[in-house]
């Protein structure tokens, strides 16, 4: 079996994330040393009816209790979180327990908080199953649950012990939210690694046919690029916002139109065009950037622009900013070529403004 | 005006503890680099009016929110923690805010949970104003929630930035109260510091008197000695274990007599006794530990001896022992002389019954 093993280097914290085939049927080889011999399994009932089984044979031998959580962005809340540390509690685990997320962002950011507050913190394990938590989420220590009052509100940075990264599982995926995991490998090589970038471009249809060796070698890069980034600056003080590539236009995006409407990473597909359109116009990036990232971004089946009726008011409103505002205040990652981003918080708001007018109606 | 400053070393978490007198009213000087202007600070009611004032106009030029909890550990749970985190959200706190805890144990582990969870951990500063919190609580780390099934299950190590220990405050404390710290301080003195103990046998009536310079040095022996002990072994894997000296028996104490009849420190204080005695009758301890420990305990004021109708029965119930536990299961902190113990987990559990027998009624 071919696997690959990208360690985020983290000194004391260093972990492991395996990327193959049929890692949950094996799990218990990846899990790291566990103190004890109790696993509390954080999961929800799509995941849990397509996988669970797999992992409850692979754990024979260690008392395993199952929290199912609702599927959803709006389950991932403190009423949820309340009730997994009550079950943590009637379960009877101790400081020796490991949790075991399997599932998306969401299972993995409700489960990392909970392992990260579960007396003081227990060890953690994740199994992510969908394209975006395998190369995004699962990687870097970011876990956390939503205020009612915003997003990822209450929440710590937590590593876990191992990254389980079984690529078979995303065969299960539905095909938007499996396109929608891409975009983010895009970035990836937007921000850091023209070569990644063109091996894309090279095997599109091997990407969308989930071939497993060129799979495996997306979501290895991908977890390296990450993991590199997230060792250099672990709680996101310097050089970890050049993630967010895509992201100011993107979360500006799923802002104005209504987190669902489009996938996070459908909304990132557009936010990187508008960013490397509004490069390209204060004259940091090259003409031919622009069209060769609209083209992979198609050949995924990505949206290349804004759903109709999104007004430029809108997205600067949606970004904190309005047409008074004459010089920039929030800071910008812009590429310069392909696989070279730089953070810029001076740049001429014309340029931004018509960009959203190239992409939305004019400002009105 | 005289100060000491205790560092604890924890690498890029190296941190101060700032011991003198009147630092709260100027506590800017010792709050160490705040990236925004906004401040919030926990307390209680009690503390509020005792000393909000002087820290209010400390802190003239930030803007800052005050969040009063109930007093009590009964409030120390899942409900105020989320009144809290609905209180920052609602005065638009952000990652650059400063959580500022100025209380005892309870207000300090509820307003570092609350800053370790913030958007995934702001600043922290702990300005601890009861004799317990200052020489224990306020040093290592250690944030939490109570659970209705069990104490501090919910919570986690995040360490501040500095910590402001002002000693004028414990004048305002009540004499049980400051008595049931001095608890903690001679604890120091048998773990790790004979000179401590003798110190303190030498000036206890200056330690009651509060005597700035005397209870300055108590204090700063206490923490460094912490401070050591958590550099070593942050998360409680090894060393830190010794820290529990008097503590197996006293939390036994606490949970036979109900959490309230004696506070935390006369529960150590009766413990610390106990744990002597058992070392000397496995043949550890000289016979001259005893009596020396007990007077200085008495001449503070402190029980020596069990709230009458405790049996040796419940005690060992509440340890999770047996009459038929044979050899020992669970591990003691045992004194051989003055400032040295060893973590003991074998030893007849006979040495254990006569103990228990000598201090409460006969196991029925």
Avoid at 17 to 32: D, H, M, S, V
Avoid at 119 to 130: D, E, L
Avoid at 278 to 301: D, T
């Amino acid at each position: 079996m071919t696997m690959d093993t990208v360690f985020v280097e983290l000194g004391a914290r260093r972990y492991p994330i395996y990327i193959g085939q049929n890692l949950i049927e094996n799990a218990l080889n990846y899990l790291g040393p566990l103190d004890g011999q109790q696993i509390a399994v954080v999961t929800n009932p799509t995941v849990n009816k397509l996988y669970g089984e797999r992992l409850r044979s692979a754990l024979d031998g260690f008392a395993v209790d199952w929290f199912e959580m609702e599927d959803g962005e709006a389950h991932k809340n403190f009423q949820t979180y309340s009730q997994l540390m009550d079950f943590l509690m009637a379960a009877r685990h101790n400081r020796t327990t490991c949790v075991l997320a399997l599932g998306g962002g969401v299972v993995g950011d409700m489960a990392g908080f909970a392992a990260a507050t579960f007396q003081r913190g227990v060890k953690f394990v994740q199994i992510p199953t969908t394209l975006l938590a395998q190369v995004d989420s699962s990687v870097g220590g970011k876990t956390a649950v939503n205020h009612p009052a915003g997003k990822n509100m209450i929440g710590a940075f937590y590593q876990p012990q191992s990254v389980l990264i079984s690529t078979d599982v995303l065969q299960t995926l539905p095909a938007r939210e499996y396109a929608a995991g891409l975009a983010e490998v895009v970035k990836y090589g937007m921000i850091e690694d023209p070569k990644l970038f063109d091996y894309m471009v090279e095997h599109v249809d091997a990407i969308k046919n989930q071939n497993a060796d060129v799979l495996r070698h997306v979501i290895q890069r991908s977890c390296e690029i990450k993991a590199a980034v997230v060792a250099a600056d672990e709680r996101e003080g310097g050089v970890r916002a050049i993630l967010n590539f895509g992201h100011t236009f993107g979360h500006a995006i799923e802002n104005v139109t209504g987190y669902g409407t489009l996938l996070h990473g459908e909304a990132v597909a557009v936010g990187m065009l508008m960013a490397t359109r509004f490069s390209q116009r204060l004259g940091r990036a090259p003409q031919n950037v622009f069209p060769k990232l609209r083209e992979l971004l198609e050949a995924f089946g990505l949206p290349t622009r804004l759903p109709s009726g999104v007004t430029s008011a809108e997205l600067l409103d949606a970004m904190g900013m309005d047409k008074k505002t004459v010089d920039g205040q929030i800071r910008f990652v812009l590429g310069r070529e392909i696989g070279q981003v730089d953070l810029v918080s001076d740049y001429a708001f014309d340029a931004l403004a018509s960009t959203l007018d190239e992409f939305a109606g004019p400002t009105s």
